[in-house]
């Protein structure tokens, strides 16, 4: 009626030009991404390959093909999304969990900045990211867990082969967490309303956030009472370091 149905083009165009700004991004950031996981000895060395500009080119080939794939078990864009999503907030859910630890382990290290009321702070991010999580639902979350553990498969694999000749320190103890934590929120996503059996869940609205956060906060104090002793997380602090092609700075 208003004579605006360019504007309907235009959303279109839109709709193919925002995504391709963040593919680009999570492309070039998942393969340096690959690149650091390699130089710390989790995959194969064979993502530190590079080209004459410094690209981890074996990584861009593999964020490419793994994009591809997962395009297979995803009957829309809106689906795709939910898992990115989920999987953004997992990974990110890690950092209440470091800054606790820090905080509890280095509570006078020299910081450009310190976030206020971190005690408290903390473990409310934990669980508003594992709520999250929750909301995403099980159709999102059963997939999210499948690449979980390819993910796991890769990093065991390369262990049992000795792809890499870095060799990670690894505490099994600091790390006792997080099994029965990504088990644990995956029987409560699939026991809830948000999970497969709807209206008829084990657990009802409103009562699956309240297990999620009791369950979040269980497992952010068992995260803090194993964490890494004040002098392992110094020492690894110790052995971080560039390597001369990332400390160059451009000259234009």
Request: with cysteine; charged share 15%; glycine share 10%.
């Amino acid at each position: 009626m208003l004579s605006i149905g360019w504007l309907a083009t235009v959303i279109k165009i839109d709709a193919v030009i925002s995504p391709g700004g963040t593919g680009l991004i999570y492309t070039t950031g998942s393969s340096r991404l690959a690149y650091g996981l390699s130089r710390n000895g989790y995959v194969p060395s064979v993502f530190e390959w590079t080209n004459a500009r410094g690209v981890p080119w074996v990584g861009l080939i593999a964020a490419f093909v793994t994009g591809c794939i997962c395009f297979l078990p995803f009957p829309s864009w809106q689906s795709l999304v939910g898992l990115i999503v989920s999987a953004s907030v997992l990974m990110y859910g890690g950092a209440p969990l470091s800054l606790g630890a820090f905080r509890k382990r280095l509570p006078n290290a020299n910081r450009p900045y310190r976030i206020p009321a971190a005690g408290i702070l903390s473990p409310m991010a934990y669980i508003i990211a594992n709520l999250i999580i929750l909301w995403a639902g099980w159709d999102t979350d059963w997939k999210l867990g499948i690449s979980i553990l390819i993910g796991y498969a890769i990093l065991v694999g390369n262990r049992l082969l000795s792809l890499n000749e870095h060799k990670p320190t690894l505490d099994w103890r600091a790390a006792s967490w997080l099994g029965p934590y990504l088990v644990g929120m995956g029987l409560i996503v699939y026991l809830s309303d948000f999970g497969p059996k709807g209206d008829d869940a084990l657990i009802p609205f409103g009562w699956d956030m309240v297990v999620v956060a009791a369950w979040s906060l269980v497992i952010y104090y068992w995260a803090m009472a194993v964490a890494l002793s004040t002098e392992m997380i110094e020492e690894m602090i110790g052995e971080v370091e560039l390597p001369e092609d990332d400390m160059q700075m451009p000259t234009h």
